[in-house]
């Protein structure tokens, strides 16, 4: 039924072209021209992309060639080549551009061309979001073995008091305070020295990093405010790595631990009164109603 209906479709097509036959030139003179312009327009770019690699030169062409039927023939392939090599290592280009060439360039059916090599400043920033990740999952399985009859866990949640929202890494609601924590999770020994500066000495060497009591505040102020004052918060820093040496920790001034005493400390924390039941649904209440979509 349905292969007649398509036969039948095709003839009439067929009989009204042949009755009207200028109508299938005109058709075919303006996908003709179509095409050449698109040609033309192609070896511009891709002139302007080989003269002077830029940020814009390099977006027109990869729009070009998504418009552009590529002729499949080895000289066609080879002047794409040239000009994806062109800007492949060309630091004045965004990175994500030159992938987003190659990618566009190896959809069309062009060959040899490889991705861009990844930036120093990108691979150390994967690196260190690949770090937090890590951080993040271990300190996640240590406050799974918290009683949940006593105690609340919000992970990786982004809260605001009114104002710029924050990124909090972990906040546990216990009957004794809330627990606002920031994770930290690198290789090597963390030092800090008298004054409150942070190091990491990694096979002997040392280097600054950054102070994460700052943040630490930063999130205190909000949350403070978010439960209005009424509840008791407790700032933590909780080192991920559980084979680092932390030295100085006692000039923090926010309290450092490593993530296999962070459920015993919360556990066991035991100053002031405790909370009751209205404070602590009271502080689940006010921090799910101030959640963002991150």
């Given at each position: 039924m349905i292969l007649n209906k398509i036969r039948i479709f095709f003839s009439r097509i067929i009989d009204f072209f042949l009755?009207?036959?200028?109508?299938?030139?005109?058709?075919?003179?303006?996908?003709?021209?179509?095409?050449?312009?698109?040609q033309i327009q192609l070896a511009i770019r891709q002139r302007a992309v080989m003269r002077k690699p830029s940020n814009e030169t390099v977006q027109a062409f990869i729009a070009q060639v998504k418009r552009t039927i590529i002729n499949n023939?080895?000289?066609?392939?080879?002047s794409l080549r040239q000009a994806y090599y062109a800007v492949k290592d060309a630091e004045n280009v965004d990175f994500e551009l030159r992938l987003k060439l190659c990618e566009v360039l190896q959809k069309k059916g062009v060959n040899g061309v490889h991705p861009p090599r990844q930036p120093h400043y990108l691979q150390n920033e994967e690196k260190i979001k690949q770090a937090g990740q890590e951080g993040e999952k271990k300190v996640a399985y240590a406050l799974k073995w918290l009683d949940r009859n006593r105690f609340k866990v919000f992970a990786n949640i982004r809260l605001s008091d009114g104002g710029e929202a924050q990124e909090f890494d972990s906040i546990v609601i216990g009957d004794k305070a809330v627990f606002n924590i920031e994770i930290k999770n690198y290789t090597g020994n963390l030092t800090i020295d008298q004054e409150g500066n942070w190091y990491r000495v990694v096979n002997g060497h040392k280097t600054g990093m950054e102070n994460p009591v700052f943040q630490v505040k930063r999130h205190h102020k909000v949350l403070n405010n978010i439960?209005?004052?009424?509840i008791p918060i407790v700032d933590l820093i909780v080192w991920a790595n559980i084979e680092s040496v932390i030295e100085g920790a006692q000039y923090s001034l926010v309290k450092v631990i490593k993530v296999d005493q962070l459920t015993h400390f919360i556990e066991?924390?035991?100053?002031?009164?405790?909370?009751?039941?209205e404070e602590t649904a009271?502080?689940?209440?006010?921090?799910?109603?101030?959640m963002q979509k991150s």
């Open positions: 009755e009207y036959p200028l109508v299938l030139f005109f058709i075919i003179m303006i996908i003709g021209l179509y095409y050449f312009v698109s023939h080895p000289r066609s392939w080879n439960l209005e004052g009424k066991n924390y035991d100053e002031g009164r405790s909370l009751s039941k009271f502080a689940i209440s006010r921090i799910q109603s101030s």
